[in-house]
Nanobody, 124 residues
Framework: QVRLVESGGGSVEAGGSLRLACTTSKPINTNYAMAWFRQAPGKQREFVSAITWNSAQSEYSDSVKGRFTIARGNARNTVSLQMNSLKPEDTAVYYC?????????????????WGQGTQVTVSS
């Protein structure tokens, strides 16, 4: 059973920064993408960012582009999300995902494995 464990959530004032990290409990296969999603209260879980196994390609939602940066670790079973210039609307539970079944990264159903989530709260 593969587990994804997120860390780094917390509370910050608007304009501040946080860095999230996610690690898989064991290698999934040779090459797999990883991603971040988020779910705000009363809303559906939405795509934030994703990256290929070799960091050659990455994608961001329009709402975070230019403020968030996704990166794979040297061990490749880790992914981080550097979040800068945070806004109150970034408040959500952030989920790590791994091993996409399709290239439609924005689709929740495309991902095989999910973490339990970590809370990010941005106050105004």
């Amino acid at each position: 059973q593969v587990r994804l464990v997120e860390s780094g959530g917390g509370s910050v004032e608007a304009g501040g920064s946080l860095r999230l990290a996610c690690t898989t409990s064991k290698p999934i296969n040779t090459n797999y993408a990883m991603a971040w999603f988020r779910q705000a209260p009363g809303k559906q879980r939405e795509f934030v960012s994703a990256i290929t196994w070799n960091s050659a390609q990455s994608e961001y939602s329009d709402s975070v582009k230019g403020r968030f940066t996704i990166a794979r670790g040297n061990a490749r079973n880790t992914v981080s999300l550097q979040m800068n210039s945070l806004k109150p609307e970034d408040t959500a539970v952030y989920y790590c995902a791994a091993s996409a079944k399709t290239r439609t990264w924005v689709d929740n159903a495309a991902w095989n494995y999910w973490g339990q989530g970590t809370q990010v709260t941005v106050s105004s």
